[in-house]
């Protein structure tokens, strides 16, 4: 059976969003309130980092227009900290714009979108959207140029239009028919796939995320603590190794490359690495 490829890697998601007619539609599909007439080619995995010592970010899709920036960000779990993680994104997207000399009045507008699997908030809105408002008066807007979104694939409210809500249903893998723009969305996907070199490009960012997978490798060691396995390295580590090894095959890495990313990973000796290949 050919799989299917979803738009909730962030490889697909950033190599879809690279096509700036197609990133263009989705803003303005987001925000109609705007009037977007021409973005910057968007720039993919974007990296910022100040200093050795401070933490860097990485950026999903980032691109901009005249008066505004926008960050798009694919949110496949709920993590902790999710709206301190848009808080940091929003003041380093704010420290790279501003030079030295420059007014704060010239900061542009800043969009920080996460598309979310899931409910942040659980009251079935399909977006969430925040703005600095007064607490004595929510009628006077702070206007400090900064908004946040969360959009949820799964939202049942009748609040954005059809045509987000077909985009959040196509990203949550359920089939959509009669949208236009998801229709260009899966001729773009499938154009892409046609490349080996973007094939290529998948399966390996497929093959790195299950390694750098910190759910995946947690709930290996719970299952194997609660059974009581032991490496002598780290407790319920095999029971985490062999799972890694077994979802990864299923992406159909070759077995040498395979054998070394798991010995790499794990930090494992010749002898200990061969006792899960034998």
Known sequence: MKEKISLQNDFVF???????KLCQHLIQLILPELK??????????KGIQEDIGSHGVRFDVYTEDQN??????????????????VRYYQSRIDADLLNHGDQYSQIKQTFVIFICLFDPYGNGYHK??????????PNIAMNDGRTAIFLNTKGTRN????????????VDNKNVNNDTYVDELQEYISLLNQSTKWRKGY????????????????????????????????????????????LTRQLGVPEDQLKQKVQQQFKLSDEEITKFFE
């Not at 505004?68 to 993680?85: F, N, P």
């Not at 609040?159 to 196509?170: E, G, P, T």
């Open 14 to 20: 950033g190599s879809v969003m690279s096509n700036r």
């Open 36 to 45: 977007i007439q021409r973005i910057k080619f968007p720039t993919i995995q």
């Open 68 to 85: 505004c920036v926008y960050e798009i960000d694919m949110q496949v779990r709920h993590t902790k900290g999710l709206a301190k993680h």
């Open 128 to 137: 969430y959207q925040f703005t600095n408002l007064c607490t004595i008066d």
């Open 159 to 170: 609040d954005v239009s059809k045509d987000l809500q077909n985009f959040l249903h196509y």
């Open 203 to 246: 399966m390996d960012n497929k093959t790195h995320m299950m390694f750098h997978d910190e759910d995946v490798r947690e709930e290996g060691i719970k299952i194997g603590e609660q059974r009581g396995l032991k490496l002598g390295l780290v407790k319920g580590q095999e029971s985490a190794i062999r799972q890694m090894i077994a």
